[in-house]
């Protein structure tokens, strides 16, 4: 009945065939494995001769029977592989289908199904990677975009550690500049660092009254620097104004007459490097303070008259005290218009000696009127003279300060109008300029 079963629910063949035809059919299915022509030809051959091959048909059905077990196996593991993107498994599981009813379906998935599912993929997996290249692009730009940032501000460790792992021509080439600029920051400090030390030993220097030693200290910042700002100048000056000084002597001593007593109200002038005049107290006492090292000639006038004068030398940094007579009593007013005559004729004969003597001359002396504003204008005129013979040099400033003086003190006379036909435009510019 069994029998009977398998055959009934067998697809009946298109034809009959004979009984040997179905054997040789059912042996060449044996020997190439292929489990369903032999059972189609076994049963067959069942029909026709139950007891001989009966057992061959029931053999080989249940041989088809589990081997469409494991293809229903197969076709799920396929699914499931295919669905989870395991496109070599899939193919694996569909490819190793035995029976042909299931041929078709092993098929589809092997031409069509799978060949789609991994172009797919493949398309998805392209996006996927264009994604991460435009994400990584746009990490890229906005690190360098950070460091440049940080670099602009100067922040140079950062701007590099921005650019950690970023290898780009842009990136390279921002990195270049942040080296570029970093070397210069450091060089630059380095040289601020040289420069703030030697001002510091030169300000160390000063306190301790080494003033030549200092100048070099900040003269030495300035060539480090490369330019010398006004601070350090000023610096530099004073150094330099300490150092003269602290070499610098002194003058002093009594103006007495003949017979020993004292004369005040004397005019004292200094004349060398140092430039100066002062009056002698009631007990015909004078002081120069901070003067020059060098030759001097010292004079002594009272009302335009000549006392004394002597010359002498300073040295550094020791007092020089010079006594002085006057020789003859001061003049009174009476030959006071002869000294200024005779002033004004040695301005005129321009001789550096002459010069010397009308200022002399006309250094404190005292008239009347117009003649006092003619005096003071000569003696303006007369220490121009000197200071133009001089070379209008720094060490003779001072003369062509004095002269301004004179001739403020000319203009305050009322009524006086300087000889201007008689004078150099040049000192007439400067006479203008007095204020």
Do not use: H
């Not at 210069?184 to 030993?201: D, F, G, I, P």
Request: net charge positive; aromatic share 6%.
């Amino acid at each position: 009945m069994t029998l009977a079963l398998i055959c009934a629910l067998w697809p009946a063949p298109v034809r009959a065939q004979s009984k040997d035809d179905l054997l040789k059919q059912a042996q060449a299915a044996e020997q190439k494995g292929d489990i369903e022509g032999a059972s189609n030809a076994y049963c067959e051959l069942a029909k026709q001769d139950t007891a001989t091959y009966a057992p061959r048909c029931r053999t080989y059905s249940n041989l088809v029977s589990k081997e469409r077990e494991n293809d229903a196996g197969r076709i799920k593991d396929g699914k499931a592989a295919l669905a989870s993107g395991d496109f070599d498994t899939a193919k694996q599981k569909f490819s190793a289908v035995k029976l042909a009813e299931n041929k078709a379906t092993a098929a589809d998935y092997l031409n069509n199904k799978i060949p789609a599912a991994e172009k797919a993929a493949q398309a998805a997996q392209a996006a996927a990677q264009q994604q991460q290249q435009q994400q990584a692009q746009q990490a890229i730009a906005g690190k360098i975009s950070q460091a440049r940032d940080l670099f602009n501000s100067k922040n140079y460790e950062g701007a590099k550690a921005a650019l950690a792992g970023v290898n780009t021509p842009e990136a390279q080439q921002l990195l270049t500049q942040i080296t570029q600029a970093e070397n210069s920051a450091n060089q630059a400090s380095q040289t601020q660092q040289l420069y703030n030390q030697k001002v510091s030993e030169g300000d160390s220097l000063m306190a301790q009254g080494k003033y030549n030693d200092a100048e070099n200290a900040y003269r030495a910042a300035a060539g480090i620097r490369g330019s010398t700002p006004g601070d350090l100048q000023a610096k530099i000056t004073q150094a330099e104004e300490r150092a003269r000084s602290a070499q610098n002597g002194s003058v002093s001593g009594q103006l007495l007459d003949e017979g020993g007593n004292a004369v005040s109200g004397a005019v004292i002038m200094l004349d060398g490097p140092t430039r100066g005049r002062t009056t002698t107290d009631r007990s015909g006492n004078y002081r120069f303070a901070s003067v020059a090292p060098g030759s001097y000639t010292l004079i002594a006038t009272k009302a335009g008259r000549k006392l004394d004068s002597k010359q002498f030398s300073v040295a550094a940094s020791q007092p020089s005290v010079q006594a002085m007579v006057a020789k003859a009593a001061p003049a009174g007013g009476e030959d006071a218009g002869d000294s200024l005559v005779k002033a004004i004729e040695l301005f005129y004969s321009g001789k550096p000696d002459d010069l010397q003597q009308a200022e002399l001359m006309l250094t404190g002396a005292e008239f009347k009127g117009k003649k006092q504003g003619l005096a003071e204008f000569y003696l303006g005129a007369t220490r121009l003279a000197r200071y133009y013979l001089a070379g209008e040099g720094k060490d003779q400033q001072s003369m062509y300060l004095d002269a301004l003086d004179a001739f403020r003190q000319a203009k305050r006379i009322a009524g006086f109008q300087p000889p201007s036909d008689m004078i150099s435009p040049k000192i007439q510019k400067v006479y203008a300029q007095a204020r």
